[in-house]
């Protein structure tokens, strides 16, 4: 079994959920304040925090699992 291999693609796999939650949740561009959207979008979407979120969703699934 190739652990990093493994890593690598739970890690893709949960990083492209993420995004697509995102992009679903934050409103469109095209809705005023208009200006407002687009820097919120650019701040969540494309990778720019992908690795904070990534972390922050381990560490919510190490939490959930301590306290079960």
Do not use: K
Not at 11 to 35: F, G, H, Y
Not at 53 to 68: D, E, H, N, W
Request: aromatic share 6%.
């Amino acid at each position: 079994m190739d652990l990093h291999n493994d890593f690598q693609g739970w890690a893709s796999a949960i990083q492209q959920r993420t995004e697509q939650a995102l992009d679903q949740a934050l409103p469109a561009v095209s809705i005023i304040p208009n200006q407002l959207h687009e820097a919120m979008r650019y701040a969540t979407l494309g990778g720019g925090q992908t690795r904070s979120r990534f972390i922050g969703s381990c560490r919510r699934r190490v939490l959930r699992r301590g306290c079960q």
